[in-house]
């Protein structure tokens, strides 16, 4: 956002709070324009960026079932507080204590099966070890052919037995997916926390968890120790914000407080993507930032709608104008007016690029009449611009109304309001 918009939406601020009353105030006539007149001064300056968001626990986990089945036992309610470990709710148990049974069983079958392929290897290895005793001592007490067939016979079975051995293991393994079926349909508290969402009831069917369906969402344990703002930054005042940045939040479930915070995670992308936007180019962009309360109050929960103001920016002291007192003048007509007036102009409008279109300034009051002078700003408080160059304390400003400002030539003559000025000191004010 360029700075002269971010100069027009505030000064529309300014003008809503103003009211129906400014209308009268832009009197003209020969004693010259009414107007406010405020002294630069210096100030204690925050630039502050708003945002909305909701309240969230920094660790939160969502429970679902990794089996199917219908819900037995129902052992908390929303808002109890569990440890880590202990039961929250049981599911039906009987078809997956039968499947551990038959997994066991078959667990005892391919025991048994290795058994009698362990005890059919060491017969043919004892078959082999004679015939091979009487070959060698006499090779006509076996003929060639029943020796080939009992040496064919040990390697069948010691193929048999390193089957029933792997048959074991697949039987164990089986037995192993079983127990561990079983043991999910005891659902246990994930971590130390709070029940804040509980989307079961005794009876019900538990569905097996996936992303892509919430139904299967049981129950939600957050730890509450830690509670964050998660808010959303237009994409403009992304840049202006580091971590650590200090911030005040309220809360709508707890009016007229405030609550410190800082902020510990700035997202790196857009809340829609781009290819979701559907070729809105216009559409605006947030991002997502994280700010972390220094002390959450008692009794603070998940999702509460809360507005953070982030300060990106301190001058403890800085020149200090209104708002509305900066003004944005083009170039063309400032530079017919030197042309007009010669060596005796009394704008200043060096340092201004060739490229600028518009210039910024103020309206300093000199004997009586507005000079428009070229002025640097800084960062933008609540109520305040921080002047960088082109005033110093104790300058004459018009600071109003703004419809004058608006209307304001150089050199017209001014009047001031009756009770309108408002005079400067060099002691800092915070905004």
Do not use: C
Request: zero cysteines.
């Amino acid at each position: 956002m360029k700075r002269k918009t971010k100069i027009v939406l505030a000064v529309g601020g300014v003008v809503a709070l103003a009211g129906g009353g400014i209308a009268g105030l832009n009197t003209r006539g020969e004693a010259g324009v009414e107007v406010r007149v405020e002294t630069v001064e210096l100030r204690r300056l925050e630039s502050v960026v708003r945002a909305n968001g909701w309240i969230q626990p920094r660790v939160s986990v969502d429970v679902q079932s990794d089996i199917m089945g219908r819900v037995t036992g129902l052992y908390v309610q929303e808002g109890d507080g569990v440890e880590r470990g202990q039961v929250l709710l049981r599911i039906d148990p009987t078809q997956y204590e039968a499947a551990v049974a038959r997994a066991r069983a078959g667990v005892s079958e391919s025991l048994a099966r290795e058994a009698q392929a362990r005890a059919s290897l060491l017969q043919t290895e004892q078959a082999l070890r004679r015939a091979t005793e009487m070959r060698s001592r006499d090779p006509n007490l076996i003929s060639p052919q029943q020796f080939e067939e009992t040496e064919t016979q040990a390697q069948v079975q010691k193929a048999l037995y390193e089957a029933a051995l792997h048959g074991v293991e697949i039987a164990r393994a089986m037995l192993q997916e079983a127990e561990d079926q079983l043991a999910k349909s005891v659902i246990r508290a994930p971590i130390n926390g709070v029940i804040t969402r509980l989307n079961i009831e005794e009876g019900e069917t538990a569905i097996v968890g996936t992303m892509n369906n919430p139904g299967s969402l049981l129950l939600t344990v957050s730890d509450l120790s830690v509670m964050e703002a998660v808010v959303r930054a237009d994409e403009t005042d992304v840049p202006g914000i580091s971590l650590g940045d200090s911030t005040s939040l309220t809360i709508d479930a707890f009016p007229r407080q405030r609550f410190a915070g800082r902020v510990t995670k700035i997202s790196h992308s857009s809340t829609v993507p781009p290819q979701s936007r559907g070729g809105q180019q216009s559409q605006g962009v947030d991002f997502e930032i994280v700010i972390t309360l220094n002390d959450p109050p008692l009794g603070i929960r998940p999702d509460l709608s809360t507005t953070a103001e982030i300060v990106t920016a301190r001058r403890e002291e800085a020149l200090g104008i209104p708002i509305i007192a900066l003004t944005v003048r083009e170039r063309s007509s400032l530079e017919s007016l030197e042309d007009d007036l010669g060596s005796t102009r009394e704008v200043p409008v060096s340092g201004i690029s060739p490229e600028d279109d518009d210039v910024e300034g103020v309206f300093v009051i000199r004997d009586g009449r507005a000079r428009f002078t070229r002025v640097d700003v800084g960062i933008t408080g609540r109520e305040h611009f921080e002047v960088l160059g082109g005033l110093g304390v104790g300058d004459s400003i018009v600071a109003g109304p703004y419809e004058a400002v608006r209307g304001l030539n150089d050199g017209g003559a001014v009047r001031v309001l009756p009770g309108a000025r408002r005079n400067g000191t060099t002691t800092p004010k915070p905004e």
